[in-house]
């Protein structure tokens, strides 16, 4: 069963930055695509950026310029670098990779950007 650790969330200035952080348990990051989605208070989760196996990136015109989403192959992890972070990015940020058949999620974590 592939686990994924989410890792990096935390509480920021308008303005700054974060870098967040997905451990894959097994080597298949490079093989499937992967991604962030965030969810906010009362909101429906949705999709922040993708990656697909072969490098394929897709952003979310809210995040378009400002987040960037990354891997390192050799360690099982993918990134989300976010910048110029703003209140309208507070949310439980998760990672998902999209296996045939099956989409795992890691337990999130919380990025705040007071007002």
């Known amino acids: 069963q592939l686990q994924l650790v989410e890792s990096g969330g935390g509480l920021v200035q308008p303005g700054e930055s974060l870098r967040l952080n997905c451990a894959a348990s097994?080597?298949?990051?490079?093989?499937?695509?992967s991604g962030w989605y965030r969810q906010a208070p009362g909101k429906q989760r949705e999709m922040v950026a993708t990656?697909?196996?072969?490098?394929?990136?897709n952003y979310a015109d809210s995040v378009k310029g400002r987040f960037t989403i990354s891997r390192d192959n050799a360690k099982n992890t993918m990134y989300l670098q976010m910048n110029n972070l703003k209140p309208e990015d507070t949310a439980v940020y998760y990672c998902?990779?999209?296996?045939?058949?099956?989409?795992?999620w890691g337990q999130g974590t919380q990025v705040t950007v007071p007002s």
């Open positions: 998902k990779l999209s296996a045939p058949g099956h989409d795992y």
């Open positions: 097994a080597r298949l990051l490079s093989l499937y695509t």
């Open positions: 990656i697909t196996g072969s490098g394929l990136t």
